[in-house]
């Protein structure tokens, strides 16, 4: 589970481990770092760090990342507000996903009507 731990919380023989595959691939080492460093600027909401940070990945040889930026880059101000925001669609999502969960239930077998009865009365 090297890949998705906290490497402050890796054990000893983990973290040497995985010392081991980041020297044998600086690829990886280069994209982990990315990652540690979006991670944190996601936890601290430190959306204006967003174009250094993207500017560091586009100087490595990492098609991937440079992938991902090409899409950041798309909408750049919506990206950087939700980096910085504390707000966020959780909610919203919750009510989306219960609508489509019972209209699956009823998917073939009921009508709108039905369905709208059944999404008021689920609330």
Known sequence: MLETSDPDRLSSSDAQELKEIR????HLAATARHVRD?????HDRRGDLLPDW????LADDLPALHSLITGLRR???AVIAGLSSPW???QVEGHVTRI???K???YGRASLA???RRILLAT
């Open 100 to 102: 489509k969960l019972l």
């Open 114 to 116: 039905l369905l709208r």
């Open 54 to 57: 993207m500017n560091r990945v």
């Open 38 to 42: 979006f991670a944190a600027m996601l």
């Open 88 to 90: 966020n669609s959780g």
């Open 104 to 106: 699956r239930k009823g």
């Open 23 to 26: 020297t044998a691939c600086s």
């Open 75 to 77: 909408d750049q101000d």
